[in-house]
C-alpha cells in the first residue's frame, strides 16, 4: 500500500481489509486508487453499452427549476425542484444528457437503486469487502453544460459512502462535522430536511451565515476509477466536472462502530439533540426513526 498527501487528502492504493479499516477508523474521508478502475463497468459503461442493455429501464429523475442554485435556502426546503418523475433510460441519455438539458431544464439521474432499475449490469460492479455489511447501491448520471450542472446540495448522510467514480468527473467540497448549527439546518421548516444546509458552499453569505465554517473544506476532483470514502455525517456538496456516472455504496452504522471511529461519537451527541427535537416537533415520526436505522 502506498500512501501520498494530495493537498489535503490521503490517498491509498488498493488497501488490504486491515489497511482499510486503519484508514477508516481516524474518521476522516480518503481516496482509494487502483480498484475500481479495473470493474468492467468503469471499462464499458458508455451510452451505447447502457443504452443497449438499460435503455428501456424506467429509472427516476429529478428536475430542478432552471435558477435553483440561485437560492440554495429554497432548495434546502426541497422546493427548488420537482419530485422525481420516471422516464426510460435511453430517452433520459439521448433527450437530456447528450443534448445537454432541454431549454435550460435542469435534471439528474439521482440515487437510482442499481439492483432495482439496472439489474442487467449488476454483474459488472465488485462490491467493496473492506466492510462487513451488504451496502445499499445507487447510481448517479449527470453533466455539466453552460446552462445547467447536475448537484447534490450540502448535506450529511448518516451512512458510510464509499463512492465510486466510474466515468467522468465529480467535484466534491467536504467538511468536517464540527458543529451542526454552524451549517444552517433548516430546522424551521417543518419537511425533516435536517441534514440538509442552507449554504451553498460555492455562493456562500457570510452576513446570512457568519458562523459557516468555510476555512475548513476539503475540495477534490473525483477521477474516474477513484472511490472516495465518506464517513457518516460529514457534509458533501457534489457537482458534475464532466458528463459523469457514480455509485455510491452505502452502510449502514452499527452501534459497535461508535467504539472504533471514537469522533463520531461526540458529533452523533451534537447533532442528534437538535436533530431529534426538530423532528419530533414537526410530527415527523419517519425521520425520527430514520435517525436510527441500522444502528441496533
Ligand atoms: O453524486 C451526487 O450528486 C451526490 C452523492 C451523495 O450525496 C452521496 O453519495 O451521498
Same mark, same amino acid.
Given at each position: @500500500? ?29 481516496? $482509494? ?9 468503469? %471499462? ?6 447502457? $443504452? ?34 420516471? @422516464? ?21 439521474? $439521482? ?115 477513484? @472511490? ?25 452504522? %452499527? ?7 471514537? %469522533? ?33
Amino acid at each position: @500500500m502506498k500512501i501520498q498527501a494530495s493537498e489535503s487528502i490521503v490517498k491509498i492504493e488498493n488497501p488490504s481489509q486491515e489497511q482499510f479499516l486503519g484508514k477508516w477508523k481516524q474518521y476522516q474521508p480518503f481516496i $482509494i486508487e487502483n480498484v475500481a478502475k479495473n470493474w468492467d463497468a468503469c %471499462k464499458h459503461w458508455s451510452n451505447d453499452y447502457l $443504452i443497449k442493455h438499460c435503455g428501456n429501464n424506467l429509472v427516476p429523475i429529478r428536475f430542478f427549476k432552471k435558477d435553483f442554485l440561485d437560492d440554495y435556502k429554497q432548495f434546502a426546503y426541497h422546493e427548488g425542484y420537482n419530485l422525481q418523475k420516471e @422516464m426510460k433510460y435511453k430517452d433520459y441519455v439521448k433527450n437530456y444528457v447528450e443534448n445537454k438539458g432541454i431549454n435550460g431544464l435542469g435534471c439528474y439521474l $439521482i440515487e437510482a437503486d442499481v439492483e432495482k432499475y439496472f439489474p442487467e449490469i449488476i454483474g459488472d460492479i465488485t462490491y467493496p469487502k473492506y466492510l462487513s455489511s451488504k451496502p445499499f447501491v445507487s447510481l448517479w448520471h449527470g453533466f455539466s453544460s453552460q446552462d445547467f450542472t447536475s448537484a447534490s446540495p450540502l448535506h450529511f448522510d448518516r451512512i458510510h459512502n464509499i463512492f465510486v467514480q466510474i466515468r467522468g468527473r465529480k467535484r466534491i467540497l467536504l467538511f468536517p462535522p464540527s458543529n451542526y448549527l454552524s451549517f444552517y439546518p433548516p430546522l424551521e421548516d417543518s419537511s425533516g430536511m435536517g441534514h440538509n444546509s442552507k449554504v451553498n458552499p460555492d455562493i456562500f453569505n457570510l452576513e446570512l451565515f457568519p458562523k459557516f465554517p468555510w476555512q475548513e473544506r476539503i475540495e477534490v476532483v473525483l477521477q474516474p476509477g477513484e @472511490m472516495l470514502y465518506i464517513p457518516p455525517f460529514w457534509w458533501h456538496h457534489v457537482t458534475a466536472v464532466d458528463e459523469n456516472i457514480s455509485l455510491s455504496f452505502w452502510y449502514d452504522v %452499527k452501534i459497535q462502530e461508535f467504539l472504533k471511529q471514537k %469522533k463520531m461519537l461526540s458529533v452523533f451527541f451534537n447533532i442528534a439533540p437538535h436533530y431529534l427535537y426538530h423532528a419530533f416537533s414537526s410530527g415527523s415520526l419517519i425521520h425520527t426513526l430514520d435517525f436510527f436505522k441500522g444502528i441496533f
